[in-house]
């Protein structure tokens, strides 16, 4: 923080960086890359008298005297508490009726459609939503709305149709690995719970400390290097209590509980941003800053492309909603064929929300930065290119944390970090379900009890748990989160949607094709970028010291769906299975 004794800095008004009419911004997860020391005028345009009992300032405390504006009071801090205390007591209330496997990972396939339309959109509008989704809006503009269309259209077809989901629901499977073995056999089940847990621990892995962030930049905590992580313990110890102790009945009432909250919140804050700030002032700034670009997805400059597009309507709409585990896991608690139908085209106007306000927020934060706080301007959108921005994540709840009045913000906080901890809990039970029932269990056989698969899975929970607290402070990826966790994803998704689509659907699928498919999917982690700079896909160009890329995330995607799918037929063609009764008996759960 600034000395009382030194006099404050003036933030100079300039104009906004002209990369922003043709590029995306993306920082990594780090708050900085460099420190600049000025004691005059620094590059960022903040001034300092030079006075030698002053200290001089640095882009971390000018960020840190940023996030001291907040609107956050004690008043909110108490709502928060609040609705976290009730959270873990329903974690403890539940315990009781949690009696095998079914209720424990399935709710007893009881649910109705209006409660599992509710749990749906609690579990796929949390925090982590929020924020790649706010962060897509912030450097995208209007253009990355497609997602949330492609979301909303898919999602409709699948309800309609049935398409995946239904047929899953039918087998009465507890995973989609559990389907495997069914349709294959163990060997593929075993490979494809491996495949599903490695790429769906590495996709979360960066959850908890976005969330975090979060946290940090709406309620104005001091940004040192002591906040980020005492916050990510925090939250992750309040969601490894309820969600070890309940299960998905404790994820199904909680999540319940969080769409109330932050369907209310979401509308209210959506409501303070636009008499803030004005949709004509807010269309006309997007449109002066970034022009056509950031309307249209298609537009080269616009940071997406045919390609991108094409990728989002494949895993923001089928993979999110017919493959996705978690999104899945909701379909096969459902009580019927039917109401799994209703959900699906209920809840594809969720799945379209849940991006576009966030979406929104992100552009509103973008206006509000450029327009009205030239402090924030000059740290996340600087016009001198040798200065590193802040981190843009940290955009949108800086933006709320200063327009939003005392008391909402509260309820906003608290139904953000409800969308947390139903995010979290939904995969934390989800992964490790994953590997008690796919791979322990089938090496286990028979002699693995009910009470060992439960003690197993709260194991696994809180070592899971554990592991995302350290890979959020170790990763330091390029990459947006939305494109980062497209790409992990896809080492299970691409490799899933063969299996899915070639098992229920084509007779000719043999295990061989399917066990080579799953392999093949862990190709996706060409598109990461740490993995494309170890292999050259790239690099640095030392002429112009700017990034060359030979092949995009979503090119990298695309590609591999291609490729496992060649693969799948290949190999059931030129290794079929032996005829074998199929079996309509549930594999034991």
């Known amino acids: 923080m600034i ?18 009419k043709n590029t995306s911004t993306k920082s990594k997860l780090t708050p900085f890359k460099t420190v600049v020391a000025f004691s005059s005028k620094n590059q960022a345009g903040i001034y300092r008298p030079n006075h030698e009992q002053c200290p001089p300032i640095t882009m971390e405390n000018s960020f840190t005297e940023a996030l001291s ?44 459609t209006c409660l599992g339309i509710a749990t749906m959109t609690g579990t796929e509008m949390g925090l982590i939503t ?8 912030f450097t995208g503009g209007f253009a990355a709305f497609h997602i949330a269309l492609a979301a909303a259209i898919v999602t409709f077809i699948v309800g309609a149709t049935g398409f995946i989901v ?43 400390k976005v969330g975090s962030m979060f946290v940090v930049g709406i309620t104005g905590m001091s940004q040192d290097s002591r906040a980020l992580p005492a916050v990510m313990t925090v939250l992750l110890a309040l969601v490894l209590v309820y969600t070890v102790m309940g299960g998905m009945i404790s994820v199904i009432v909680t999540d319940y509980i969080q769409f109330v909250v932050l369907s209310f919140g979401i509308l209210a804050a959506t409501v303070v941003c636009l008499n803030q700030l004005g949709w004509e002032n807010i269309v006309n700034t997007v449109q002066e800053l970034k022009g056509e670009e950031g309307f249209n997805p298609l537009m080269e400059g616009s940071g997406f492309g045919w390609s991108y597009v094409a990728w989002m309507f494949f895993t923001a709409g089928l993979v999110s909603c017919a493959i996705w585990p978690t999104a899945v896991a909701r379909a096969l608690a459902m009580e019927s064929t039917k109401a799994v139908k209703k959900q699906y085209m209920w809840s594809s106007l969720s799945f379209m929300i849940r991006f576009i306000i966030p979406y929104f927020w992100g552009i509103c934060a973008l206006v509000y930065f450029t327009t009205s706080a030239p402090d924030l301007q000059e740290l996340f959108l600087p016009t ?22 005392v008391g909402l913000i509260g309820i906003i906080t608290a139904a953000m970090i409800a969308a947390f901890m139903s995010t979290h809990d939904s995969y934390l039970l989800c992964w490790s379900s994953v590997i008690t029932q ?13 009470a060992s698969r439960i003690k197993w899975t709260r194991i696994l929970i809180v070592v899971i748990g554990l592991y995302i607290l350290y890979w959020g402070l170790i990763y330091e990826g390029g990459d947006d989160i939305w494109d980062y966790m497209a790409v992990t994803g896809a080492i299970y998704f691409t490799g899933a949607f063969s299996l899915l689509i070639g098992g229920l659907y084509w007779k000719g699928a043999s295990s061989t094709g399917a066990f080579l498919a799953l392999l093949s999917g862990m190709t996706a982690l060409l598109g990461l970028d740490p993995v494309q700079r170890l292999v050259g896909l790239k690099w640095v160009d030392p002429k112009t010291n700017e990034d060359v890329q030979y092949l995009s995330g979503d090119e990298v995607g695309l590609m591999t769906v291609a490729f496992t799918m060649v693969v799948f037929v290949a190999g059931s063609l030129l290794f079929p299975d032996k005829p074998k009764t199929q079996s309509t008996k549930p594999i034991e759960a």
Request: proline share 6%; with cysteine; hydrophobic share 45%.
């Open 3 to 20: 000395q009382d004794d030194c006099e404050s800095p003036v933030i100079t008004n300039k104009s906004p960086h002209p990369a922003l």
């Open 69 to 112: 504006h907040t609107n956050f009071s004690t008043l909110d801090w108490i709502l928060v508490v609040l609705y976290l205390s009730i959270s873990v007591l329903i974690g403890l209330f539940v315990k009781k009726y949690v009696r095998n496997m079914t209720t424990y990972l399935g709710a007893g396939r009881a649910i109705g």
């Open 130 to 137: 929020v924020m790649y989704s706010s962060q897509k809006g």
């Open 166 to 208: 239904c047929r899953l629901r039918d087998l009465k499977v507890l995973t989609i690995p559990e389907f495997y073995e069914r349709r294959f056999d163990r060997k593929t089940r075993i490979l494809g719970g491996v495949m599903l847990a490695f790429g769906g621990i590495l996709n979360m892995g960066l959850f908890l």
């Open 384 to 405: 001198d290119p040798n200065v590193e921005p802040v981190n843009n994540l940290y955009a949108m709840p800086i933006f709320l944390g200063r327009v939003l009045p």
């Open 438 to 450: 796919d791979i322990i269990a089938p090496i286990r056989g028979k002699n693995f009890s009910t």
